[in-house]
């Protein structure tokens, strides 16, 4: 296969399917705002990128990444900066038509679908500016309830990151530096480190970006070994 002829979209990112026939993407625009893309493909099919249109999704005037979109692609997740403020935020974007729903009021980064009804993101925090990193949870982005938000990893633990949960969404497999490493950790998807907690990986090495298998009980992971 030649990569060429299956380039989707030039200098894009981080891309997230909804559905079998949309991908969203994040890239610079021409105007200097980093925002989220969308493209659907002629006929459903990945092997069909002839004349494929670009949509933009989110607006000027704000720096968005890293979207995380829904199964039926009727919202998206993204991590966002503002101008006025000194973090970033997960803003979620209802009918992918640039029109934020309400901000949850909490410094966040990259986030990431559940596949547990009512508990629909996951993402990591940032606390006390920087110096620790953890994995919350945040539940009803369908705007019809407050917003609810739930730390999982706990306080003291330093950098906890990559969550990714399981398929049947019983378990959340994320990257922590607590024991000096950067290893892979699982736990419990709802009630976090605090009722299961069990070290997966243990070495001199820096390991990210866990995914799951959806069809075995296995997972791939990318792990950098130092110089």
Not at 3 to 13: C, I, R, T
Not at 76 to 100: F, K, L, M
Request: charged share 25%; with cysteine; proline share 9%.
């Amino acid at each position: 296969m030649d990569p060429k002829e299956d380039s989707l979209a030039k200098k894009g990112g981080w891309p997230s399917w909804a559905g079998e026939s949309t991908v969203y993407f994040h890239r610079k625009a021409d105007d200097g705002w980093w925002s989220i893309f969308k493209i659907n493909l002629p006929g459903g099919s990945p092997n069909n990128v002839r004349g494929i249109h670009e949509e933009r999704v989110t607006p000027p005037g704000v720096h968005a990444f890293t979207p995380s979109a829904s199964k039926a692609g009727d919202w998206i997740a993204v991590a966002t900066r503002r101008p006025e403020s000194d973090y970033r935020h997960i803003e979620i974007y209802g009918s992918c038509r640039g029109q934020p729903l309400p901000d949850p009021g909490v410094p966040l980064l990259e986030p990431l679908r559940s596949p547990v009804p009512g508990l629909v993101l996951l993402a990591w925090v940032s606390l006390r500016r920087w110096t620790e990193v953890h994995v919350v949870s945040i539940s009803n982005v369908d705007g019809e309830r407050d917003f609810e938000s739930k730390q999982l990893t706990k306080k003291g633990t330093g950098n906890n990151a990559f969550p990714s949960p399981s398929p049947d969404g019983k378990y959340v497999v994320f990257r922590s530096g607590r024991s000096g490493h950067k290893n892979l950790y699982i736990m419990d998807a709802v009630d976090g480190e605090e009722k299961e907690l069990k070290q997966l990986t243990d070495g001199a090495w820096t390991d990210t970006m866990a995914n799951w298998s959806p069809t075995v009980p296995a997972l791939r992971r990318d792990f950098h070994l130092p110089d």
